[in-house]
């Protein structure tokens, strides 16, 4: 049903999906079913977007063999796609900067979507690059909503010194908004309220609570794999079967990366030092 009342909004998922598990999945629903409950919001799209072997976390197979493992896993889903334009990336790339990809090609895709002439066009343009251009805090109301979709761990993973810039988490929630879904044992709200950053834009912030708990986790899912144990119905079977024909995950695999500072931690603390 249409409500063209309601705000559009398209929801990004960042991470490493190493694999995609049903739980990945199951975020995007979970979110979509509570936004679109509060009579606010129709959710348009869902976007994973794998991160980059540039981001050097500990058993992080290959982009290549993720994305895909993404694509076999979204096959099914007329609203949530895959985009490999992060995992491409040569270097790791903050995620303030993925999101503002992402809501850049909203941008575009509004501007091939206008029955406008030209000038228009072009006026709008200049006005925009007057403001500030894409990086200013001016979001087009023509334009759907661009919202992060995470996990509580990712809410929790802010206060970890030197993994995320104050100014970008600063734009994350302010500019852009959060969904976070919530896991047992976790407490988001206690989190945004230890944080001064988080507490001042609580009102972008949208919690979801997971009633029908579901503790699947991809680095559980690696070690089932690794010992050669079942993992059927944790994923989707193309993606069991993509694992299979591919042999991946193995003691060997999940020691890649062992010796490597994460990214970001290498970037962050050489800018504090």
């Known amino acids: 049903m ?77 609203w949530i796609r895959v985009d490999p334009w992060e995992g491409q990336l040569a270097e790791w790339v903050e995620t303030a900067k993925v999101i503002r990809h992402h809501y850049e090609e909203l941008v575009a895709a509004e501007h091939c979507n206008d029955e406008v002439d030209t000038v228009r066009v072009g006026k709008k343009r200049r006005h925009e690059e007057r403001e500030g251009g894409p990086y200013s805090n001016h979001l087009r109301a023509d334009v759907p909503q661009l919202k992060l979709l995470c996990g509580a761990d990712v809410l929790e993973s802010f206060s970890v010194p030197n993994l995320w810039k104050s100014e970008d988490i600063a734009e994350i929630v ?36 997971e009633w029908v708990t579901n503790e699947i986790s991809a680095t559980h899912v690696r070690r089932a794999l690794r010992r050669g144990q079942s993992v059927r119905y944790l994923l989707p079977d193309a993606v069991v079967r993509y694992v299979q024909e591919h042999g991946l995950y ?7 990366n062992a010796d490597v500072i994460l990214a970001p931690l290498q970037k962050y603390a050489k800018g504090s030092s």
């Open 2 to 78: 249409e409500h063209p009342d309601r705000t559009k909004v398209v929801l990004l998922a960042c991470g490493s999906f190493n694999p995609i598990t049903n739980m990945h999945l199951r975020m995007f629903e979970l979110a979509r079913d509570y936004l679109e409950d509060t009579g606010q919001y129709r959710v348009v799209r869902g976007i994973i977007s794998p991160v980059g072997d540039g981001y050097k976390k500990k058993g992080l197979i290959e982009a290549s063999h993720r994305i895909e493992m993404a694509r076999l896993a979204t096959e099914s889903s007329d």
């Open 174 to 209: 302010g500019r852009f908004g959060l969904v976070c879904i919530t896991r047992a044992g976790s407490d988001a709200w206690k989190f945004v309220h230890q944080s001064d950053v988080l507490w001042g834009h609580r009102k972008n912030i949208h919690v979801v609570k």
């Open 250 to 256: 193995s003691a060997e695999s999940e020691e890649k």
